[in-house]
């Protein structure tokens, strides 16, 4: 059996990261001042949504802060694999702050249906709407960029939760334009029910990967066809079976049971073992890749599972 490491946590991710999770921080605290002030100013349920939606986006960046923190920490004695779940644990707690803001905004959506009310036009409030989307516009460039390069599930998760923002801002900007010149009253209320079930949308996805990480889940199909293809492109390899593999954080963790000629010596089994786990790591650069030598022709113990 071969076993080989490649779980970097170079100092440059390390400030990538910690740089997105300061900077979400501070940005969501002045988008929470700010829309506070706008919603004081019109009594807009679009605005207020938006408000929610920020102070939401602030505790949850928050806990993104804390947990990745612990997520960067190198593998030790009592964490062999890392602290790479610590991301996901973090975006599942997101998303229940996602999915709570939603409802919320859903109990107010019904409430302004049955009781409608005009919103009151302030110039400021456009302005502080506006530079809000732009601010947020720029973080979210800014998020994109560390997670093209770190490939941080957390990161990604809390991105989510500001693209959802940069909607409701946009959704709020035309809840005035349509009350103001068309005065339509309801359509404030509108706009906050397509908000939250996009809100709901996103919260969802965010569980969805979360869990897949948690639970163990198999890399994607595509992915561990390209694995496959790569073991049994060696000429010595006849075979592959028992593949499985998972995901942490950043790194992927592969296993397999490679078909030999039963005639190699161990030094020359071994050796075709490290010639595949290299021909991976040139795929999955942050894999940690275990491989196991099995020489055809002689029977293996029954396996809980097998995979072909």
Known sequence: MIKTDFLPHTPSRQRLIQWATYTAVVVATVLV?????AWYVTDSLSIQA???????????????????????????????FGHG?????ASLAQSIFIALSA???????????????????????????????????????????????????????DSLHYQTDILTNIGVLISFGVSTYFHFVYVDTFVGAVIALYILYTSWQIVKKSFDILMDHELPKETLSTIRQLAQSHPQVLGIHDLRTRSSGHSEFIQMHLDLEASLTLDQAHHIAEEVAKKIYEVFPHAEVIIHQDPVGILRPNRRQRNP
């Open 33 to 37: 001042v700010s829309k506070a002030f």
């Open 50 to 80: 938006s408000l929610v939606d920020s102070l939401l986006d602030t505790c949850a960046s928050i806990i993104n802060f804390i947990a990745l923190r612990h997520a960067l920490k190198p593998p030790d004695a009592e964490h062999r």
């Open 85 to 89: 779940k610590a991301e996901a644990l």
């Open 103 to 157: 409802l919320w905004l859903m109990r107010e959506v019904f409430y302004r249906s049955y009781h409608p009310t005009a919103i009151l036009y302030s110039t400021m409030a456009v302005i502080v709407m506006v530079a809000s989307t732009v601010l947020t516009i720029f973080l979210v460039l800014g998020q994109r960029y560390v997670i093209a390069r770190t490939q941080s599930l957390a990161i990604s998760a």
